[in-house]
């Protein structure tokens, strides 16, 4: 079957051109929310000189030349750089600076993430920061949010239909922590769960990585992901017993996966740190952020080891940033949301290439 490109099919499909119309008003309802919550709109560069170490996702490195490189003249600068896989770094600055309040809409890029419905190279991120909050204001905050844009869109209700199946948006999101996730769906105690050792022979029991005998080396990390992806994600914001689905928030991560957030007062091995799931798909990562430049530093190079046993890409850690945290930031909450995934879920399209006009497999 011949494919035809998405800008082809708006001439001939009017309700496809629909919903380009409606993830423009999307994004003027996000502009609209935030400016009347005292928002300021910024920019910040998606060129940068060093990306975020996040160990599971690859970047796209590009090479900057100067004039003067290529005259062979005075001033020449020849370096590589990267298109951000988020506006993490600079927006901190700004509240560093003293920016208070303030959102982003911008592209952000991962390489390697062509695969399935849910991932494009380039994709839109909304991130937003509040100085003097945690990460329960920010929770509250992405409540607020959906609902808005939901009632822009579906003639002022607070649900919507996807996949024939009714998503309620009013009232509170369930919560739920990660300990009591593994429980819950996957039958993991929470003394195994706490315990890397335990978790990576219960992970082994159940035939990820080789089996209970051997196979590849496991971290806790990976069996955390083995299990969670293969027993829990797809539970969460699921049907519950009226049949109707309610968003969860999956929050209180281990510590060792959060490098970006504090640790929580209550329990320190487990990190401010939330994610957003509606049947099964994940909207948002959301932290109480880390303030303490040490620390962070610490953290950063922790994933920048991690990142070379998984065999990633190795960069230097961005002393920028460190220094920035050094001048001193405020307590603060802050968040990255996927607008196109968002946008799927409230226009019931299953695969992030039917809400982007030129996705890539159309480049």
């Known amino acids: 079957m011949t494919h035809i490109p998405n800008y082809q099919r708006l001439k001939s499909d009017p309700a496809f051109r629909e919903i380009f119309e409606k993830r423009a008003r999307t994004m003027s309802a996000i502009r609209q929310f935030f400016a009347g919550d005292g928002f300021l709109e910024v920019e910040t560069p998606i060129l940068v000189n060093l990306p975020g170490m996040e160990p599971y996702l690859d970047v796209f490195k590009t090479r900057f030349v100067s004039e003067g490189a290529i005259a062979g003249g005075q001033g020449r600068d020849a370096r590589d750089m990267y298109l951000i896989t988020s506006p993490e770094y600079a927006m901190k600055k700004l509240l560093v600076g003293g920016m208070e309040k303030i959102f982003q809409l911008t592209r952000s890029f991962r390489n390697k993430e062509t695969g399935g419905a849910l991932h494009n190279p380039e994709f839109t991120i909304l991130e937003w920061y509040r100085s003097g909050a945690d990460y329960t204001d920010i929770m509250r905050d992405t409540e607020r949010l959906m609902r808005y844009v939901c009632r822009e869109l579906h003639d002022g209700r607070e649900s919507f239909t996807y996949q ?28 195994i769960f706490e315990d890397s050792g335990k978790l990576i022979v219960e992970a082994r029991a159940r035939g990820y990585g080789g089996g209970p005998q051997g196979g590849e080396p496991l971290s806790y990390d990976d069996a955390f992901f083995l299990i969670f992806l293969n027993e829990i994600e797809g539970k969460l914001g699921g049907v519950g017993a009226d049949g109707s689905v309610r968003p969860t928030i999956l929050c209180e991560y281990p510590v060792s996966m959060a490098a970006l957030s504090r640790e929580c007062a209550s329990d320190s091995r487990y990190a401010e740190r939330f994610e957003i799931y509606v049947c099964g798909l994940e909207l948002c990562n959301a932290f109480g952020e880390l303030t303490d430049a040490v620390e962070q530093e610490r953290r950063l190079g922790a994933e920048a080891k991690e990142r070379a046993r998984l065999g990633k890409d190795l960069y230097d850690v961005d002393e920028s940033f460190i220094e920035a945290l050094k001048i001193g930031m405020p307590p603060s909450g802050g968040i990255a949301l996927g607008v196109d995934r968002l946008i799927m879920l409230l226009l019931d399209q299953v695969s992030i290439e039917d809400v982007m006009l030129f996705p890539f497999r159309d480049l």
């Not at 199946?165 to 039958?187: H, I, M, N, Q």
Request: net charge negative; no cysteine; glycine share 10%.
């Open 164 to 191: 024939g199946v009714k998503v309620d948006l009013s009232g509170d999101f369930e919560r739920l922590t990660v300990a009591t996730a593994f429980e819950k769906y996957a039958g993991v105690s929470r003394e």
